[in-house]
């Protein structure tokens, strides 16, 4: 296989796995979903293939970008008079897709793998069976809140 077949490989790859995160994402309604995922990881996966060819800090923009994309993903809202974020999730699942695209596209077809398959239990946990003994919000009620008010009492007699 010449280098430019397995280039095309390599991108198939990248676009299969991050349309893989991407479909999960469409599936339970985030903000992004199985295009956005495989255009982030095709045009990280090109990227990935740039720097080992020609330009080795080519990645470096696409870190940039992605983080702008996220942005514009998370936004507040006041649910039930408390503050609630959203998006970010979908945002850091558009990170990893990044990274994914690119480990792809460089020729890093294990850990391009087993990061997808990581991320796809990281966004499942709470929803497959098997996996929701390693869901937080199961147990957060048996652990103090760092982000209850902190309550002092009054000692002696004052």
Do not use: C
Not at 21 to 45: M, Q
Not at 58 to 79: D, N, S, Y
């Amino acid at each position: 296989m010449s280098p430019s077949a397995a280039d095309v490989g390599h991108l198939a790859v990248a676009f299969g796995l991050t349309y893989a995160l991407g479909f999960e994402r469409e599936l339970r309604g985030g903000g992004a979903g199985d295009r956005v995922f495989s255009l982030i990881g095709l045009g990280s996966g090109l990227l990935g293939i740039i720097a080992i060819h020609t330009a080795a800090t080519a990645l470096t923009g696409a870190i940039t970008g992605i983080g702008f994309i996220g942005a514009g993903l998370v936004f507040r809202q006041v649910a039930g008079g408390e503050q609630v974020v959203k998006g970010i999730t979908t945002a850091a699942a558009l990170f990893a897709a990044a990274g994914i695209g690119a480990a792809a596209g460089e020729g890093r077809l294990l850990p391009a793998l087993v990061a997808t398959a990581l991320a796809i239990v990281a966004l499942e946990v709470r929803f497959v069976r098997a996996l929701s003994m390693l869901d937080a919000r199961r147990w957060a009620d048996k652990f103090g809140n760092d982000e209850a008010p902190v309550r002092r009492t009054r000692r002696g007699g004052g």
